[in-house]
């Protein structure tokens, strides 16, 4: 019997493209590294790091931080080299974001096919909010590890290798450290087991028990440390996760730069109502167009066990996101950062979706090619912005511009 799709071999120049790929988007994160000053929550934990490894940094001990370590843990690999510019501070997280690109591509490539996978990295390696927050040294790092959770979980189940569940539940325990809402892809790989008939018998075996016992023993430890040394942050975290009610927060990270511009007054909005994350970019609208949509059409045509993972762990991160700890109503367009982790199997399926909708149809092919390219151009520019202002009317960032003028050299 011949290879299946996903199987066939790559030809020889296929690798050289792939491997291309990864090291644009490589570059585009080294520029974007040095191009801006710190924001807010690197020049926190780059304070913490200049402890140097002790229990405490300038007196205030490591327990105040408000978000968890392993931001701090890769900061301090520069710092203790005397190495605090932006780009010496960042290039760690930039080099960890890399490998979970090509881990998304690995996981696309084995459920869908070569073209399908390489679209999904091109998105994923020129989108402006997974460019922003790849080389961002904070807790956006957990953001890279969502695609080797989903490959080793995949290729657990897809390859009856039930030892990779243990290496799944690692990744989702040290990703824990990055930022929690890494654990929201425990419940919804549990979700893809369940839902799925023939995968139901993984409940029965011993190792996906160890798995959560792993993931438990891990975040328990930081549990204990909230509980123990820190109970401003349990009671901060329990007042964010008191609330509920439904909001366009998820929404505004994919279409967050069409929604802002409805809003009456966007620079209010903004700098005086304090009710966007200026910091951080929603996606380019166009790409989050195109990957909701491909979440949504996914989720009423097919049903492979790669599309059923993924629209999984793309609904349970997006609906949590949606509904979770509402601060200002439904017109929630801060904090969009929490639906982060729904992008990467978003971007896998808009490629997917793209491939399908485009092999045998010329005209698809080359308005799939004008896409590619425009956002490649977007990539580019965004790496090169020297503010850290990002996703916001022109209106609202002159008004940046007036209140700097107002604060004087």
Not at 42 to 58: H, K, M, T
Not at 138 to 156: G, M
Not at 308 to 332: D, K, M, N, R, Y
């Amino acid at each position: 019997m011949g290879r299946t799709m996903t199987e066939q071999r790559d030809p020889r120049w296929w690798r050289g493209v792939v491997l291309g790929v990864l090291l644009g988007a490589l570059a585009l994160r080294l520029t974007a590294a040095g191009s801006t000053p710190f924001i807010g929550d690197e020049i926190d934990l780059l304070y913490f790091a200049r402890g140097a490894g002790s229990a405490s940094a300038g007196g205030m001990p490591i327990r105040a931080l408000k978000h968890p370590p392993l931001a701090l843990l890769l900061m301090r690999l520069p710092v203790t080299m005397g190495l605090e510019t932006p780009f010496d501070v960042r290039l760690p997280f930039v080099l960890l974001s890399v490998v979970g690109l090509a881990f998304a591509y690995l996981l696309a490539r084995r459920g869908f096919g070569r073209w399908p996978a390489l679209i999904a990295l091109v998105l994923l390696s020129v989108d402006q909010f997974h460019l922003i927050r790849s080389r961002a040294a904070t807790e956006a790092v957990a953001l890279a590890f969502v695609a080797p959770i989903l490959y080793a979980f995949y290729r657990a189940v897809k390859d009856d290798r039930p030892g990779l569940l243990v290496v799944a539940a690692l990744l989702v325990g040290v990703g824990y450290y990055g930022k929690e809402d890494i654990l929201l892809l425990v419940p919804a790989m549990g979700l893809f087991l369940l839902a799925r008939r023939s995968r139901r018998r993984w409940f029965r075996r011993k190792e996906l028990y160890l798995a959560l016992v792993i993931v438990a023993a891990l975040v328990s430890m930081d549990v204990c440390l909230n509980a123990t040394g820190a109970s401003s942050n349990l009671s901060r975290i329990g007042q964010r996760m008191a609330g509920v009610g439904l909001t366009l927060r998820a929404t505004s990270l994919y279409l967050g730069e069409l929604l802002i511009r409805l809003v009456d007054h966007p620079a209010e909005f903004v700098w005086v109502q304090d009710r966007w994350s200026w910091e951080v970019p929603a996606m380019n609208w166009v790409a989050g167009l195109v990957c909701l949509a491909a979440a949504i059409y996914a989720t009423g045509r097919y049903r492979d066990e790669l599309t059923s993972l993924l629209l999984w762990v793309f609904w349970v991160v997006f609906a949590t996101a949606s509904v979770v700890a509402p601060t200002h109503g439904f017109f929630e367009l801060g904090l969009k950062k929490w639906a982060g982790a729904s992008l990467i199997p978003a971007a896998i399926l808009a490629g997917d979706l793209i491939h399908r909708r485009t092999r045998r149809w010329r005209p698809g092919q080359v308005l799939a090619a004008v896409l590619i390219g425009f956002l490649i151009g977007n990539g580019v520019r965004i790496s090169l912005v020297r503010e850290n202002v990002y996703s916001i009317p022109p209106e609202a960032a002159q008004m940046r511009d007036l209140m700097r003028r107002a604060e004087g050299p």
